[in-house]
């Protein structure tokens, strides 16, 4: 069997992915285009996502999948054709998608939930805890910060009981990736921007965690509760969010949670880090414990993935790369993160092959590890 042939046989395991939209199985083209930027201003998918390379060659391999002729408003009429667990699935199975572990307090409430979700795909959903929007649902029940870090660290250590296999922040989109070690005057800094957003929040306001010292308690704490079931923690890198500032987003601003030693048993991942991808690969080099993702960034670069894989590897042990689609609000969004991710990774492993890097064996156990073995081995609560 050639080496193409073999990789497609690999389940892809969706290590951090979103459910889609419930209830809009009808799309506009606006509404087909909407995952593939993260933009906010409309203008940029309705003027301009048409022209991104990515999207393009998505609408002509869509096409294949849905017999028709490759135009977009074809595709979309056809995808809206089609009844929506059916269509669910007939994706799912041409990815060859394993299992999926999804973030569902992404746009919460306004998706399928991931009990539903796994019975449309006919394939496990795991849970991934969001640790900011955790907290920020529980201000009704929790008056103080410490209130609110007891609550955490509860449904950290339920984590088995409620099907949740790893911990998720946004730190990055919040307040920025420099954590550091909570001190006194932190954690009272933190105790009193709890106490402003709950207040804000009971009051109809807004209740958005932000403020850089309580992210960092809130991200500290359920990093110590994780340390007894070992669950990976994943972390938002670089392209992620249209309101981040990149410069905070630079993965090496995370020292102090890498050198904390009673961190150093817990995987540490980083997800999509385009453009950082070389600075992540760099810290996989030197922290045995962290993890490089280039999750969001493969299905909305195409075919430039080959170079950011390649890129990626040249520090990253293959042991510690490990795939994901970020897929969200559409099912083609995760479709087609598998598609690239497969698509592309069978490319560079054919270029080692071919140049007698490695022989075609070796190849396929790399392909393995990445898309499927690594992320069972650093999520012990997963099954499949
Ligand atoms: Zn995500």
Known sequence: MDLDAAIAQIPFIDHHVHQPWKGRRL???????????EAALPGTWEQHLGNLIGYRWLIRELAKILNVAPDEATVVTARNA????????????????????ADDLFDFGNCIDVTAWAAILGRPVHRLLRVETFVEQGYADCATLDAALDRLRREVAAAPEHNVVGLKSIAGYRSGLAF????????ARAAAAYTR???????????????RALVNTIVWTALEAAIPLRLPMQFHIGLGDDDIVMTKNDPTLMRALFTHEPFRDLPLVLLHCYPYHRQAGYLASIYPNVYVDLGLTIPIVGPGAVRIIEETLELTPTSQLIAS?????????????VFVWRWALTRVLQRYVADNIMDQEAALSIASAVMRDNALRIHPLARG
Do not use: C, K
């Open 197 to 211: 957003l709950r207040d804000a929040a009971l009051g109809g306001g807004s209740g958005r965690i932000a403020d």
């Open 180 to 187: 550091a070690a909570p001190d006194s005057e932190n954690q």
């Open 27 to 37: 799309l506009s083209v606006n509404e087909f285009r909407r995952p593939f930027t």
């Open 82 to 101: 089609r009844s929506e667990t059916e269509y669910h699935r007939l994706l799912a199975d041409n990815a060859n998608l394993g299992a999926a572990y």
């Open 325 to 337: 689609t970020d897929g969200h609000m559409t099912p083609e969004f995760q479709w087609f993160g």
